[in-house]
């Protein structure tokens, strides 16, 4: 990646510097510790200066509307307390003047402003744009002394340079070589907003990557403990055989010999001699419904558990199907709904044409939901990947021929976990045969009456 040196910045607040000269500071915002927006005025224009202060792709720039959503900025409700601090002494504000010392990656605004004497007061903004060193300084150029910085450095970070407010502002110490050797880039804008829209495209596909590995470790986890005994029903049995043998046994006896007819053979029963044979008999048929019961209800469980860890699955293939950022979001709406903004757009797919009918190819489980319950008539096909995650595809056609379906099965082996295997089952059906569940999981449905093919 290129390094923004004082090169480029030189070059920058060259291209700039009539524009800022005079401009004044309407809106600040901060969306995260390291990067900063600035609403500037001048001349009738009004443009978007972006400061951004993180290690990996520290630059400044006037920002366009087409990046801003690359960099996927979003203000949070309460402002940082140094947001509020440059809020304060800056908005509404002129920049009485621009500096970059020499040889520095440091970026000055000079403003002239009013304490809460209202008595002038002539301030510095300091950009200082160092690897991991980079920070936003406010100072009082009059008496040098820091009001406010983006980061505290503490003596335990630094023994030269202390940052913070109340202590006096000082220009660094050195640079280390290549300090403003290297290339320039025609439009740094562009070039940073792809950087950082890489660069949280993949942290956020990794982020959502990891909530779901957690959560489907742990249904599987779950599941691999589950142990469903079957054998209760010998308790149903023993029950039935001491009823059927109450006039040769005896009351509050120690054990009973009888003769199993379900296996054809001679056994001796266990008995408690507290109790007659009857109560006996009641004792065991109780073992059979616990047994019957907690049997059915582990079964009920591991049923869930298997649902759960095939959604899972479905959404981690999901997430290496993303490819741009409204996918992602709409995938990371469903792991966390209570994260999601109410202003995300909805899912809209578009269809694809094959031999002059639509096909709809879902790239997640909202896409994949919406196929189901909006976009499908009962007379279209719909096509999925047999035991195997995958897309739902959608075949808006009543007689297609037997090339249509095949080229729809191939579209959904190819949007599948099993795109690479050499064979894979695709399954097909009508529309109307389909079933979601009551509580499903977003995207399940069950079917009937379908048909396979093997590719």
């Given at each position: 990646?290129?390094?923004?040196n004082?090169s480029?910045l030189?070059?920058?607040?060259?291209?700039?510097v009539?524009?800022l000269t005079?401009?004044?500071?309407?809106?600040?915002?901060?969306?995260?510790?390291?990067?900063?927006?600035f609403?500037?005025?001048?001349?009738g224009?009004?443009r978007k200066?972006y400061i951004?202060i993180?290690?990996?792709?520290y630059?400044i720039?006037?920002?366009s509307?087409?990046n801003?959503?690359?960099?996927?900025?979003?203000?949070?409700?309460?402002p940082p307390?140094?947001?509020m601090l440059?809020r304060?002494?800056l908005?509404?504000?002129?920049?009485?003047?621009?500096?970059?010392?020499?040889?520095?990656?440091?970026?000055?605004?000079?403003?002239?402003?009013?304490?809460?004497?209202?008595?002038?007061?002539y301030?510095?903004?300091a950009i200082e744009?160092?690897?991991?060193?980079?920070?936003?300084?406010l100072?009082?150029?009059?008496?040098?002394?820091?009001?406010?910085?983006?980061?505290?450095v503490?003596a335990e970070?630094?023994r030269?340079?202390?940052?913070a407010?109340?202590?006096?502002?000082?220009y660094?110490q050195g640079?280390?070589?290549?300090w403003?050797?290297?290339e320039?880039?025609?439009?740094?804008?562009?070039?940073?907003a792809?950087v950082?829209?890489?660069?949280?495209?993949?942290?956020?596909?990794?982020?959502?990557?990891?909530?779901?590995?957690r959560?489907?470790?742990k249904?599987?986890?779950?599941?691999?403990?589950?142990?469903?005994?079957d054998?209760?029903?010998?308790y149903?049995?023993?029950?039935?055989?001491?009823?059927?043998?109450l006039?040769?046994?005896?009351d509050?006896?120690?054990?009973?010999?009888?003769f199993?007819?379900?296996n054809?053979?001679?056994?001796?029963?266990?008995?408690?001699?507290t109790?007659?044979?009857?109560?006996?008999?009641?004792?065991?048929?109780k073992?059979?419904?616990?047994?019957?019961?907690a049997?059915?209800?582990?079964?009920?469980?591991?049923c869930?558990?298997n649902?759960?860890?095939l959604?899972?699955?479905?959404?981690?293939?999901?997430?290496?199907l993303?490819?741009?950022?409204?996918?992602?979001l709409?995938?990371?709406?469903?792991?966390?709904p209570?994260?999601?903004?109410?202003?995300q757009?909805?899912?809209?797919?578009?269809p694809?044409?094959?031999?002059?009918?639509?096909?709809?190819?879902?790239?997640?489980?909202?896409?994949n939901d919406?196929?189901?319950?909006?976009?499908?008539?009962?007379e279209?096909?719909?096509?999925?990947?047999k035991?195997c995650?995958?897309?739902?595809?959608?075949?808006?056609?009543?007689?297609?021929?037997d090339?249509?379906?095949?080229?729809?099965?191939?579209?959904?082996k190819?949007?599948?976990?099993?795109?690479?295997?050499?064979?894979?089952?695709?399954?097909?059906?009508?529309?109307?045969?389909?079933?979601?569940?009551?509580?499903?999981?977003?995207?399940?449905?069950?079917?009937k009456?379908?048909?396979?093919?093997?590719?």
């Amino acid at each position: 990646m290129i390094n923004f040196n004082s090169s480029m910045l030189k070059k920058w607040l060259e291209e700039n510097v009539d524009f800022l000269t005079g401009a004044r500071i309407q809106k600040i915002q901060q969306p995260t510790r390291r990067d900063f927006v600035f609403g500037i005025r001048n001349n009738g224009e009004t443009r978007k200066l972006y400061i951004n202060i993180n290690p990996q792709y520290y630059h400044i720039c006037f920002m366009s509307k087409e990046n801003e959503a690359k960099r996927l900025i979003e203000i949070p409700q309460k402002p940082p307390m140094f947001c509020m601090l440059l809020r304060k002494y800056l908005e509404n504000a002129v920049i009485a003047r621009v500096n970059q010392p020499e040889y520095e990656r440091i970026f000055e605004f000079y403003i002239e402003t009013y304490n809460e004497l209202s008595e002038k007061i002539y301030l510095c903004l300091a950009i200082e744009l160092m690897g991991k060193y980079s920070n936003v300084i406010l100072y009082n150029y009059d008496t040098n002394i820091i009001l406010g910085c983006a980061h505290n450095v503490g003596a335990e970070k630094s023994r030269e340079r202390e940052m913070a407010g109340g202590l006096p502002y000082v220009y660094p110490q050195g640079r280390p070589n290549g300090w403003y050797q290297g290339e320039s880039v025609d439009n740094i804008d562009d070039y940073y907003a792809k950087v950082i829209f890489d660069d949280k495209f993949k942290k956020l596909k990794s982020d959502c990557a990891q909530i779901v590995n957690r959560k489907l470790k742990k249904d599987k986890s779950s599941l691999k403990k589950m142990r469903i005994s079957d054998d209760f029903d010998k308790y149903r049995l023993y029950g039935d055989l001491i009823m059927a043998n109450l006039y040769k046994g005896r009351d509050y006896s120690k054990s009973l010999n009888v003769f199993d007819y379900e296996n054809n053979k001679e056994i001796t029963l266990e008995l408690d001699e507290t109790k007659t044979l009857k109560d006996n008999a009641n004792r065991f048929y109780k073992l059979y419904n616990k047994g019957k019961t907690a049997y059915e209800k582990i079964t009920e469980f591991s049923c869930a558990l298997n649902e759960n860890i095939l959604y899972y699955e479905q959404i981690l293939y999901s997430l290496e199907l993303a490819s741009n950022i409204d996918e992602l979001l709409e995938i990371k709406s469903e792991i966390e709904p209570e994260k999601t903004p109410k202003s995300q757009k909805k899912s809209l797919l578009e269809p694809i044409e094959i031999d002059g009918c639509k096909v709809y190819i879902g790239k997640n489980n909202k896409q994949n939901d919406l196929i189901v319950s909006k976009l499908s008539r009962d007379e279209d096909f719909w096509f999925h990947t047999k035991d195997c995650a995958g897309s739902h595809v959608l075949l808006k056609c009543e007689n297609p021929s037997d090339n249509l379906i095949l080229e729809c099965a191939k579209l959904a082996k190819q949007y599948s976990k099993g795109s690479l295997s050499s064979k894979v089952g695709v399954i097909y059906t009508k529309r109307k045969y389909l079933r979601k569940p009551p509580k499903a999981n977003l995207g399940y449905v069950t079917y009937k009456n379908e048909r396979e093919i093997i590719l």
